[in-house]
Every structure is written in structure tokens, then in C-alpha cells.
């Protein structure tokens, strides 16, 4: 089941929901082909949900947002990336574990 803690970002909302966000944004781009990005999916929902309040946790599907994909030089997925006042301060590229991540969102 997925969780609803985590949104949904495109180059629509980006700017908006990321990089004017108050809190920090931990940012999930991936694909639908892609298998270890099915893999990740889990670990980054149950992320979600531990950090709900705290920590913004949204996907963001480099096939329906090629701007941003383009604009943050996205290679190869899962690329996680955490933002912090409108800036990028962490990535990670290919699949990893929850506390990875959460040590990316607390650096």
C-alpha cells in the first residue's frame, strides 16, 4: 500500500513544492521501468511516513518531468536527492537503504 505522505512532483510544481519549501525535501526520481527503482519505492514510503512533518518526501518521474531531469543532470535512476532552502545539499544514485537516506536528509 502506498503511503500518503508521499507527493507527487513534476516541472510544474517543483520550484513550489521543493525549492521554496520550509522544510527539508527528500526527492525520489525515478522511473516505471525501472527495477531497483520499484525496489527503493518502499524504503522511501515508510521514509515518508517516519518523517512526516519534518521531512517533504516526493517522487518525481524523470520520463513526465524532463526539465528538472535535464535542469539536476539526472543520469541514471533511483537518484535521490535532499534539498534544503531551495538548494541541493545531498544525492545518491542507485538503489540504498533507509538509513542511508536518512543520514542524506539529516547531513
Known sequence: MASNNVLSFSDQN???EVLKSDTPVL???TATWCGPCKMLS???EKLADELAGKVKVGKLDIDNAPEITAKYGVRGV???MVFKGGQKVAQH???TTREALLKLVQG
Do not use: K, M, S
Request: proline fraction near 13%; avoid cysteine.
Open 14 to 16: 517543483f520550484d513550489a
Open 93 to 95: 544514485v542507485g538503489l
Open 78 to 80: 533511483p537518484t535521490v
Open 27 to 29: 526527492v525520489d526520481f
Open 42 to 44: 518502499p524504503i522511501v
